[in-house]
């Protein structure tokens, strides 16, 4: 497949694009986020997505299309307390109150465990690619897409975090000219789960 078939477009205030986010969403966790709000997960995540002033609302999320399909999606932001906006934006989804209070206290906990992106630093949250398209460089084109951002943003780093059993992601950052931060995250529960990698932007041409 040719990625000049792609089109990377903002992400629209709407509950059937936020679906697809949710959804997303809970493939790169791994089902993390269904465990946290339940089976109104999907519904919750939507909710809180077409609301402004936090790390996982439309307004930070590209989608990538083909042939009017949504192929990928990517969602970054300058770190400025954006992710501190997460838990306003799930208390006033619909669903389960005490889901939501836990999934809250888990996304805080989340943050305390991995820590914190620098302020100033351009964060990228989330980046998928649809399974049946993987391998045709539409990761490729959604990172391009998050270090123009980035940059037009006046960030010095692009930064992300991988789990660190998932070698081909780190490879493939690796690729866009990431690298690892040594002894990051600091951990005191033995091995680490999370890689977080940089771009260091102001180097770069």
């Known amino acids: 497949m040719s990625t000049d078939a792609l089109y990377i477009r903002p992400a629209r205030p709407e509950l059937d694009e936020g679906r697809v986010f949710a959804r997303f969403v809970d493939e790169i966790t791994e089902g993390g986020f269904r465990i946290m709000l339940g089976r109104r997960a999907?519904?919750?995540?939507?909710?809180?997505?077409?609301?402004?002033?936090?790390?996982?609302?439309y307004r930070n999320t590209s989608f990538a299309e083909r042939d009017g399909a949504i192929a990928g999606m990517v969602c970054g932001y300058v770190e400025n307390g954006a992710h501190e906006g997460e838990y306003d934006a799930l208390m006033?989804?619909?669903?389960n109150r005490f889901r939501r209070r836990l999934g809250a206290a888990l996304m805080r906990l989340r943050w305390r465990m991995i820590g914190y992106p620098f302020p100033g630093e351009f964060y990228v949250e989330f980046l998928i690619v649809d399974s049946s398209?993987?391998?045709?460089?539409?990761?490729r084109v959604l990172m391009d897409e998050m270090e123009?951002?980035?940059?037009a943003a006046g960030a010095s780093?692009?930064?992300?975090?991988?789990?660190?059993?998932?070698?081909?992601?780190?490879?493939?950052?690796?690729?866009?000219?990431m690298?690892?931060?040594?002894?990051?995250?600091?951990?005191?529960?033995?091995?680490?789960?999370?890689?977080?990698?940089?771009?260091?932007l102001a180097r770069q041409t």
Not at 133 to 139: D, E, P, S, T
Not at 148 to 151: D, F, G, P
Not at 182 to 195: A, H, K, L
């Open 42 to 57: 999907v519904e919750i995540l939507a909710h809180a997505f077409v609301q402004p002033g936090h790390s996982m609302s």
């Open 157 to 177: 780093r692009l930064t992300l975090d991988v789990a660190a059993k998932n070698t081909r992601g780190q490879r493939f950052y690796e690729r866009i000219g």
């Open 148 to 151: 123009a951002k980035a940059r």
């Open 179 to 200: 690298v690892r931060v040594p002894d990051w995250p600091p951990s005191r529960f033995g091995r680490r789960v999370i890689r977080r990698m940089t771009k260091d």
């Open 92 to 95: 006033i989804a619909p669903g």
């Open 133 to 139: 398209l993987r391998g045709n460089g539409i990761g």
